[in-house]
């Protein structure tokens, strides 16, 4: 089978955009207004922090911001001499957001969020901690989340057990990202769960 076929393949995950469980994108966008555009996304890995952040910043540019996303992980360097070019790019005019601010070094964060209150018109940060900025949403999961999602990968006709969807979300701790990987991993291997 070759990748791009199969339904769990990332390009097709990445297809599958935020869905709030408990609130609704205007009432999201409403909130981050009345934060004055500084806040958080919070939530654990796998949650829909980054696509929620993605979302917003397409959300934003409709609405006429300049909304400039950059993302801090495990495999980009962002050190402090790329903390300081970020921020020696900063405009008032622009609403930064941040992917991954809890992996940034305390004091390249702090250096940021001074830094982001004179230079910026706003920041929106994803961490998997509360704390680092007033929180706009905390992204959660559910097993009904990952069935609707898995339905809609898969080919027409074909289905994937309800039991084996709860169990593969309770062993990954409603991680959606790990149970989507783990999905590719056995489709590839069996064509069929």
């Not at 979302?55 to 801090?72: C, H, S, W």
């Not at 941040?98 to 940034?104: K, N, S, Y």
Request: aromatic share 8%; proline share 5%; hydrophobic share 35%.
């Amino acid at each position: 089978m070759k990748a791009k076929d199969n339904p769990f393949a990332v390009e097709r995950i990445q297809t599958i955009r935020y869905r709030p469980l408990h609130t609704t994108f205007d009432r999201i966008l409403a909130r981050l207004h009345e934060l004055n555009y500084r806040a958080a996304i919070i939530g654990p890995g796998g949650s829909g922090k980054t696509t929620l952040l993605e979302d917003l910043q397409e959300t934003l540019r409709q609405k006429g911001f300049r909304a400039n996303l950059t993302f801090v992980n495990d495999t980009t360097c962002f050190d402090s001499p790329a903390c300081r070019r970020l921020l020696s790019e900063l405009t008032r005019d622009i609403i930064l957001l941040l992917d991954g601010a809890d992996l940034l070094r305390r004091s390249d964060w702090s250096l940021l969020k001074r830094h982001t209150i004179t230079h910026a018109y706003g920041l929106v940060i994803t961490s998997r901690r509360p704390g680092l900025l007033p929180t706009l949403i905390e992204c959660t999961t559910s097993p009904a989340l990952l069935k609707e999602i898995v339905t809609e990968l898969l080919p027409r006709g074909r289905t994937i057990p309800a039991e084996f969807l709860d169990d593969l979300y309770q062993r990954h701790q409603g991680n959606l990202r790990a149970c989507f990987r783990e999905l590719y991993d056995l489709y590839t291997r069996s064509h069929h769960i």
